[in-house]
């Protein structure tokens, strides 16, 4: 039996480190850049949502468009993020796609983390549980 061990890939660890200390309205955000698994440079969101934030891949499955306008995330009626193209809308709490053409798929989500400044986050991506033997 071999141990498992991690792999340095491009998108792993700490994507980016943002500043959500001014951000006081739900829906409101900032769209930060990081580079993605392939090693492309890819932009993201981190949003105030109830009583916290989360934080997605700023691009709607249907056809890599940008979501939201200008900082502003969710639809009208404060529900849902939402693509300003056509006029889909995602969970906040997860990404999934619930109504509009890209139905039942999903926008990428990433961790939030507390450092140890007020207001500042490191994005993460989510873990998947993946292990790579050698």
Not at 37 to 46: D, N, P, W, Y
Not at 69 to 76: K, P, Q, T, V
Request: charged content about 20%.
């Amino acid at each position: 039996m071999t141990d498992a061990s991690e792999i340095l890939l491009p998108g792993v660890g700490i994507l980016a480190t943002v500043d959500l200390s001014s951000i006081e309205n739900e829906g409101q955000g900032i769209v930060f850049e990081y580079e993605n698994r392939l090693g492309k440079k890819s932009k993201g969101f981190a949003m105030r949502w109830k009583s916290g934030f989360v934080a997605f891949q700023n691009r709607c499955p249907h056809w890599s468009l940008p979501l939201g306008i200008d900082g502003d995330f969710l639809n009208s009626s404060g529900a849902f993020i939402f693509c300003p193209t056509h006029g889909a809308t995602f969970s906040p709490e997860d990404g999934e796609c619930i109504s509009g053409p890209c139905v039942g798929d999903t926008l990428q989500k990433f961790e939030l983390k507390k450092t140890e400044k007020e207001g500042i986050f490191d994005v993460l991506f989510v873990k998947s549980g993946l292990t790579i033997s050698k």
